[in-house]
């Protein structure tokens, strides 16, 4: 009876290699994630002068098994955050806001300009969002 043997040598331990190229693969995907969230919301985000769309900002963590982007938008009166008022208030919308189309997020989901713009958006794009980092992992893992 003829035996089969395998031996499976790794010259170089490439773990460390492909660890650093998913966390590079995952922070480039929260990258694009929160710039998609900020966008959509941008034109989701009542219009009056322009300043609320415009008053967005994104900031990163990375830090060590961590990865996280916060998308904030302000526009201050004084102390009077307007972005707030805008998201959590009830109110009638302008003529500038009815005018404006609103925004489409990565999914092809439109969201209408209006209160909560930020957070129907982030709602409504969740599963997307996790879709596309899958994604992104597993084309780069090749599966």
Do not use: C
Not at 12 to 41: E, F
């Amino acid at each position: 009876m003829a035996r089969l043997k395998f031996d499976v040598r790794l010259e170089r331990n490439l773990v460390p290699q492909v660890t650093k190229a998913t966390r590079q693969v995952v922070r480039s995907s929260i990258k694009t994630i929160a710039q998609d969230l900020a966008r959509t919301a941008s034109e989701s985000a009542p219009h009056l002068t322009g300043d609320l769309e415009d008053s967005y900002a994104i900031a990163y963590q990375f830090g060590s098994g961590m990865v996280s982007a916060t998308v904030e938008f302000a526009v201050f009166k004084g102390s009077f955050n307007y972005a707030i008022a805008m998201h959590e208030w009830t109110y009638n919308l302008g003529e500038g806001s009815q005018a404006k189309a609103g925004g489409t997020g990565m999914s092809g989901q439109s969201y209408a300009v209006g209160r909560k713009f930020l957070t129907r958006v982030l709602e409504g794009e969740a599963e997307a969002y996790k879709e596309y980092i899958a994604q992104q992992l597993r084309q780069h893992l090749g599966g």
